[in-house]
């Protein structure tokens, strides 16, 4: 069994930084691709970034130069750095186990303008 737990999201202004925090317990969180998708109100989940064990990165054409992905094993978390935001980027941030049922239940991160 996996559990997953973001943290970090908040309030922002356009042009600000935050990073996410996803917590994970159980072996398989170490050894999986973890991916980072955002929710915004009325639109389809979409994947951000991933993230694999031997530490390859894909992100979104959308957050590329802008978002960092990277992972502390020390502390079983993988975290998303996110800089230079924007209005768009407003949205429930959620971590997911790759090929598994394990989702976090998200946090919320809003950009002002």
């Known amino acids: 069994q996996v559990q997953l737990a973001e943290s970090g999201g908040g309030l922002v202004q356009a042009g600000g930084s935050l990073r996410l925090s996803c917590a994970g317990s159980?072996?398989?969180?170490?050894?999986?691709?973890v991916g980072w998708y955002r929710q915004a109100p009325g639109q389809e989940r979409e994947l951000v970034a991933t993230l694999t064990a031997v530490g390859s990165k894909q992100y979104a054409d959308s957050v590329k130069g802008r978002f960092t992905v990277s992972r502390d094993n020390a502390d079983n978390t993988v975290y998303l750095q996110m800089n230079e935001l924007k209005v768009e980027d407003t949205a429930t941030y959620y971590c997911h186990l790759i090929a598994t049922k394990f989702w976090g239940k998200g946090t919320l991160v809003t950009v002002s303008s």
């Open positions: 159980g072996r398989d969180f170490r050894y999986n691709v």
